[in-house]
């Protein structure tokens, strides 16, 4: 069983752990309570999706796994920033993450904001250090993720989840909403590796592009679901967190059913971009369902 993949998620996250480590300032290095902070802020927790999407597609792409570290743990970095702003009083006002008081509770809210700044450039310097590629195909992954991370990606998509709030958006609305929010990193984590592959074909490129915005969206409805019939102490975030803020979300546009109606469709399409790939990306196929059938 070459592709197991599920026997290799405990390696390669063992994998991700060391290399985050190592990207990380000491937590003893002057300032320490800064360094503390972004520590507490990537490490002890997560799935890790993002970047067990990069290494799957890595693997289907028969890449080199040494390649794909910096972007998983950069991506990896700004996912963390992202979260660690998504908690602050003034956005969505959350006080537990991962199981764990959100960094503004265990440190304080200037603490949080200065960690949640430090990992994204951060997250720059460690892509901009990967080895083995042309200098046209480390800036197009500098690229890439910038472009994920800003205003027309996952900050974009929060400036607009907070405008939302209160209001009913059109479901093609929410779905742009969730795209730029939570799908442009998912995006670019697969995407970052089909850059890496220098000799892909177009069609195996858009296959994956189509691929990984489809799985990106279905993540952020999964994730509205959990927060309505999940449990905190399962979530490991304050449950029911949507509708005390009145957000906008799939599960109160359109209710629960059709929630999970949209997300298994949307896994169906993702599923079938991955057919011109056979056995190779059994791996990405493990994850896409994992991402709509977890619990947590
Ligand atoms: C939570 O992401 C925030 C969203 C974009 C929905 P994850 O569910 O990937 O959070 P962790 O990293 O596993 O904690
Ligand atoms: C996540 O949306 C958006 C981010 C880019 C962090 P949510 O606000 O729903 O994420 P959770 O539920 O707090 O993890
Ligand atoms: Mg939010
Ligand atoms: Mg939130
Ligand atoms: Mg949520």
Redesign the pocket.
Known sequence: MPHAFEDRIAAYTERLEQKLDEALPLASTPPARLHEAMRYAVQG??????PLLVYATGECLGLDLSLLDAPAVAI?LI??F??VH?DLPAMDDDDL??GKPTVHKAYDEATAILAADALQPLAFSVLARVDGVSAAVRTRLVQLIANACGSTGMTGGQAIDLSAEGRTLSVADLEHMYAL??GA??HASVVAASLLQENLPQRDAAALDNFARAIGIA??IK?DILDVEGETDVI??PAGSDVAANKATYPALLGIEASRARCDELLRGALAQLECFGNRATPLDWLARYIVERG?
């Open positions: 927790g997560g799935k890790r999706v993002r990896e996912h963390a992202s979260l998504d993450r991962r929010k939570t990193l998912i993540f952020q994730d490991g975030k947590h």
